[in-house]
Antibody, heavy 123, light 111 residues
Framework: EVQLLESGGGLVQPGGSLRLSCAAS????????MSWVRQAPGKGLEWVSS????????YYTDSVKGRFTISRDNSKNTLFLQMNSLRGDDTAVYYC????????????????WGQGTLVTVSS | QSVLTQPPSVSGAPGQRVTISCTAS?????????VHWYQQLPGKAPKLLIY???NRPSGVPDRFSGSKSGTSASLAITGLQAEDEADYYC???????????FGGGTKLTVL
């Protein structure tokens, strides 16, 4: 069974930084594009960032461009999200999600999700 | 404002059929992209329910079905059960965002 386990969330002051991790197991991590999706308390889902299989292609929603950096370590089956200059509206549960991929293409939907890690930005 | 519009809530009695709509706004350049659906049970992570407009991943009951016509997609749930009470999200592609976009979500209440 595919497993995605996020960690690194917590309480941080506005302007601070956090690094989220997502440990993947039970699938060949290096052959799947990965994403982060967040959900503010009581709100809907919002895509944050995606990364291609090799880590070369990275994509961000406008509100986090220049502040967040997505990366991956395929040797350690781990996805990361470095979050800097955090703001109150970044408060959310952050989910790691696997994009569906075949042997030739990856698609923009998510077939497996982690349980999420809560990030709270507050003074 | 999301390019995908869903009703905030729907409800139905056990055994009934309900549908949840997802309408793409014209701000998505009028293009029609694949629509996918997720179920989020209370306090849980989302789960893929329908992909590519109409396809069910293995393990998803055939009570759940997806359809699309033009810029509108729908999720239908037949034989409604108490365990179906959850939030449902549609998701597609936003050409302005150059990334995935979710609808605002629909809360399904089983009466």
């Amino acid at each position: 069974e595919v497993q995605l386990l996020e960690s690194g969330g917590g309480l941080v002051q506005p302007g601070g930084s956090l690094r989220l991790s997502c440990a993947a197991s039970e699938f060949t991590f290096s052959t799947y594009a990965m994403s982060w999706v967040r959900q503010a308390p009581g709100k809907g889902l919002e895509w944050v960032s995606s990364i291609g299989t090799s880590g070369i292609g990275t994509y961000y929603t406008d509100s986090v461009k220049g502040r967040f950096t997505i990366s991956r370590d395929n040797s350690k089956n781990t996805l990361f999200l470095q979050m800097n200059s955090l703001r109150g509206d970044d408060t959310a549960v952050y989910y790691c999600a696997r994009q569906y991929c075949t042997s030739t293409s990856c698609y923009l939907y998510f077939d497996y999700w982690g349980q999420g890690t809560l990030v709270t930005v507050s003074s | 404002q999301s390019v995908l519009t869903q009703p905030p809530s729907v409800s139905g009695a056990p055994g009934q059929r309900v549908t949840i709509s997802c309408t793409a706004s014209i701000s998505n350049n009028g293009a029609v992209y694949d629509v996918h659906w997720y179920q989020q049970l209370p306090g849980k992570a989302p789960k893929l329910l329908i992909y590519g407009d109409t396809n069910r991943p293995s393990g998803v009951p055939d009570r759940f079905s997806g359809s699309k016509s033009g810029t509108s997609a729908s999720l239908a749930i037949t034989g409604l059960q108490a365990e179906d009470e959850a939030d449902y999200y549609c998701q597609s592609y936003d050409s302005n965002l150059s990334g995935p976009v979710f609808g605002g979500g629909t809360k399904l209440t089983v009466l």
